[in-house]
Each structure stands twice: as structure tokens, then as C-alpha cells.
């Protein structure tokens, strides 16, 4: 675990943003560097999270954790299929492939998500917003969580979708089917998450001054009964009002309905899984205004093949859908038909979840 260091802000840095004062004073090397720490949860302002834009204050205290320098990975073009559903001057809307990794790291070089931008689109077209190593990524999915993304080929159209995103304008929605019969037919977890320090790549529910607001609320579509080997399933409606690492799959844990395939933070013997060999969750809607524009775009999603074949196996077992499951089903059959293009829609049109 890196250290945790005290800065003092000076008068020099007051009313200068958090990640500005942290590279002004040289606690970290650059303002994309500190701006990486403050969202990852590792910088604490007066003993509390807090925005990246935040301004400080003189005398205000920093905890912060000390800079380490990070393997340079070197990024490239590869060209790797891209479904694009949307695309204009400003914004690219993807249905991301399962096992499609957002960014490079060092522990992952190439074939992600940010090499198939570069190559489509040149490293001087795509936004910056999230770094110099991460162009055109606005928001990001788990590698094997497919659906639909938003990419930015600009900043300002970038900073304006993150913008939405803090602000909760963007409707992002995921299917997921989870273990067990989830008894309500709504429901709300709001949960704080930490990084579980203990294992580095896992999530947890935490008390903790490092955890993050999380909150994402639930519709049921379709319960299924029991079986010999199983204690029954659920296909949920899942809708993120923020979008911390791993939030719904950490949710739908900490609520005893772990998600189908879950490698991390599933629970269940091989023969629950459904023969899946990764987590059964799929961005199937995103509803956004244009950055510039102001026009509201809504995109729905049909379901992957392998997803599809699991829900398949369940048919003769479901003990029915809800009405929010009809309205679902609906939509997904229309995508399939359409092949995922857009609908335009007045954002009054639209209701929480």
C-alpha cells in the first residue's frame, strides 16, 4: 500500500481546484496524475472525498498518497471491431464486446478499447478528458460487461457528458440476472464503496472515510423458480446514479443476490452459472442530452448471444414478468429488429426507474 503524506494548502494555492493545488505544489507530477488519484478515492480534502474541482482553501489539509511512478505504456492503433451504433463530430456511441478492455495498463498493453479508437480515429481526434492514455473514454465498463458506452472525440464534448454523468442526467441502464427470487419488485441500494485493499482488484461495502457515495436502484422483469442445483433466479432492471468500479456487481452482493457468472464476487457452484463464464451483465440503455445540441438520444441494446442462451435455459421455469419485464422484453425485441440505432424522444418523456 503507497503511503499517505499531509499537504498543507498555502495561500499561493488558495481558490485553485483540488487537482491543480496537488500539481502546483508538487504532490503529484501533473494535474491529470493528482486528478487520477482524487476520482480512485486516494486523496482526502479535510478528511473527506471529494471532486477533483473542488477549490481549496488556505490551511485547508490534504492526506493524499504518495506518487509512484507507473510502467509508460505505449499506445497505438490495432485494428479491432468497433459496433458503432452513433457517431457525429462530438460523440461515438459503442456496443462494447464482451472481453474488450477499456484502456491499456501496464498489466494489459494492447487490444483494448482505446487502441481501436486510435486506429479509427487518430490519437489528435478523440478526447482527452480522462487523460493522455485513456483518449476518447468518457465513462468505462468491467472487461467482461458488454453493452453500450459513450467515447468523445473532444474535450469539451467530454467534459460536457461527464458533466451529465455527475450530475445524474445520464440514464444508464444494465440487465443482470442474479441468484435467488428477489421478493420486491423495486428497490434502492444506496452503499459506499471502498477498494478491498486486502485483495487490490476487488470492491467492497465500506464505512470508511476512503469510500465513495454508490448508488443504484433496481426493477425486477422475471423471476425463476428453484431448481436441483440452484436457488432460483432473477432478471433485474439495474439503473446507476454513479458509477464507482464494479458498483452493481458489489450491490447485487451486498444484497445476497450475487450476479450469474461472477468471477469475483459470485458464491455459487459451477452448475448455477448457466454455462456462463462471465458476469451476466449487459448495458442495454443509455439516454443522454447532446452536448451541444441539447437533443435527447435513447439507445437500447439486445442482448448478446451467449447472455441470450442463458435466459434461454430458464423459459420453462419463470413464474412470470412483471410489467416493467413486458416494457423491457419489448424494447429488446424492438432493438433486435432495429440493430440497436437510436430513438429521438423528448427528456420529459422519461421517468425514474
Given at each position: 500500500m503507497?503511503?499517505?503524506?499531509?499537504?498543507?494548502?498555502?495561500?499561493?494555492?488558495?481558490?485553485?481546484r483540488?487537482?491543480?493545488?496537488?500539481?502546483?505544489?508538487?504532490?503529484?507530477?501533473?494535474?491529470?496524475?493528482?486528478?487520477?488519484?482524487?476520482?480512485n478515492?486516494?486523496?482526502?480534502?479535510?478528511?473527506?472525498t471529494?471532486?477533483?474541482?473542488?477549490?481549496?482553501?488556505?490551511?485547508?489539509?490534504?492526506?493524499?498518497?504518495?506518487?509512484?511512478?507507473?510502467?509508460?505504456?505505449?499506445?497505438?492503433?490495432?485494428?479491432?471491431?468497433?459496433?458503432?451504433?452513433?457517431?457525429?463530430?462530438?460523440?461515438?456511441?459503442?456496443?462494447?464486446?464482451?472481453?474488450?478492455?477499456?484502456?491499456p495498463?501496464?498489466?494489459?498493453?494492447?487490444?483494448?478499447?482505446?487502441?481501436?479508437?486510435?486506429?479509427?480515429?487518430?490519437?489528435?481526434?478523440?478526447?482527452?478528458?480522462?487523460?493522455?492514455?485513456?483518449?476518447?473514454?468518457?465513462?468505462?465498463?468491467?472487461?467482461?460487461?458488454?453493452?453500450?458506452?459513450?467515447?468523445?472525440?473532444?474535450?469539451?464534448?467530454?467534459?460536457?457528458?461527464?458533466?451529465?454523468?455527475?450530475?445524474?442526467?445520464?440514464?444508464?441502464?444494465?440487465?443482470?440476472?442474479?441468484?435467488?427470487?428477489?421478493?420486491?419488485?423495486?428497490?434502492?441500494?444506496?452503499?459506499?464503496?471502498?477498494?478491498?485493499?486486502?485483495?487490490?482488484?476487488?470492491?467492497?461495502?465500506?464505512?470508511?472515510?476512503?469510500?465513495?457515495?454508490?448508488?443504484?436502484?433496481?426493477?425486477?422483469?422475471?423471476?425463476?423458480?428453484?431448481?436441483?442445483?440452484?436457488?432460483?433466479?432473477?432478471?433485474?432492471?439495474?439503473?446507476?446514479?454513479?458509477?464507482?468500479?464494479?458498483?452493481?456487481?458489489?450491490?447485487?452482493?451486498?444484497?445476497?443476490?450475487?450476479?450469474?457468472?461472477?468471477?469475483?464476487?459470485?458464491?455459487?457452484?459451477?452448475?448455477?452459472?448457466?454455462?456462463?463464464d462471465?458476469?451476466?451483465?449487459?448495458?442495454?440503455?443509455?439516454?443522454?442530452?447532446?452536448?451541444?445540441?441539447?437533443?435527447?438520444l435513447?439507445?437500447?441494446?439486445?442482448?448478446?448471444?451467449?447472455?441470450?442462451?442463458?435466459?434461454?435455459?430458464?423459459?420453462?421455469?419463470?413464474?412470470?414478468?412483471?410489467p416493467?419485464?413486458?416494457?423491457?422484453?419489448?424494447?429488446?425485441?424492438?432493438?433486435?429488429?432495429?440493430?440497436?440505432?437510436?430513438?429521438?424522444?423528448?427528456?420529459d418523456?422519461?421517468?425514474?426507474?
Amino acid at each position: 500500500m503507497a503511503r499517505q503524506l499531509l499537504h498543507i494548502v498555502t495561500e499561493e494555492e488558495a481558490g485553485m481546484r483540488l487537482d491543480a493545488a496537488l500539481a502546483f505544489s508538487g504532490c503529484y507530477p501533473s494535474r491529470n496524475a493528482a486528478a487520477k488519484r482524487i476520482e480512485n478515492g486516494a486523496v482526502f480534502l479535510n478528511g473527506q472525498t471529494s471532486q477533483k474541482r473542488t477549490p481549496v482553501q488556505a490551511g485547508d489539509t490534504v492526506v493524499y498518497e504518495e506518487y509512484v511512478e507507473q510502467d509508460i505504456v505505449a499506445l497505438y492503433g490495432q485494428e479491432i471491431p468497433l459496433d458503432i451504433r452513433y457517431e457525429d463530430d462530438e460523440i461515438i456511441v459503442i456496443a462494447k464486446q464482451r472481453g474488450l478492455i477499456c484502456h491499456p495498463s501496464h498489466n494489459h498493453a494492447d487490444q483494448t478499447l482505446v487502441n481501436a479508437l486510435i486506429h479509427r480515429y487518430g490519437h489528435q481526434n478523440l478526447a482527452h478528458v480522462q487523460g493522455e492514455d485513456r483518449p476518447g473514454i468518457v465513462h468505462r465498463l468491467d472487461g467482461d460487461t458488454s453493452g453500450l458506452m459513450i467515447c468523445a472525440k473532444d474535450d469539451e464534448a467530454g467534459d460536457a457528458m461527464q458533466f451529465a454523468i455527475r450530475m445524474k442526467n445520464v440514464d444508464r441502464r444494465y440487465l443482470a440476472l442474479v441468484h435467488g427470487m428477489i421478493a420486491a419488485d423495486t428497490g434502492e441500494i444506496d452503499a459506499p464503496i471502498a477498494r478491498n485493499h486486502k485483495t487490490g482488484s476487488t470492491m467492497r461495502i465500506s464505512g470508511d472515510a476512503s469510500a465513495r457515495e454508490a448508488l443504484t436502484s433496481f426493477r425486477v422483469l422475471e423471476r425463476f423458480e428453484a431448481g436441483n442445483r440452484d436457488d432460483g433466479y432473477t432478471l433485474v432492471e439495474c439503473k446507476l446514479f454513479t458509477g464507482r468500479t464494479h458498483q452493481i456487481r458489489v450491490h447485487m452482493q451486498y444484497i445476497h443476490h450475487c450476479i450469474v457468472g461472477d468471477p469475483l464476487y459470485g458464491s455459487h457452484g459451477p452448475h448455477a452459472q448457466l454455462k456462463l463464464d462471465r458476469q451476466f451483465l449487459h448495458s442495454y440503455r443509455l439516454g443522454f442530452a447532446h452536448p451541444s445540441t441539447g437533443e435527447y438520444l435513447e439507445f437500447t441494446d439486445y442482448l448478446p448471444d451467449d447472455l441470450q442462451a442463458a435466459l434461454d435455459k430458464l423459459d420453462d421455469r419463470s413464474i412470470g414478468r412483471t410489467p416493467a419485464g413486458e416494457e423491457v422484453m419489448a424494447a429488446l425485441q424492438a432493438a433486435s429488429e432495429a440493430g440497436g440505432l437510436l430513438t429521438r424522444e423528448e427528456p420529459d418523456a422519461h421517468t425514474e426507474s
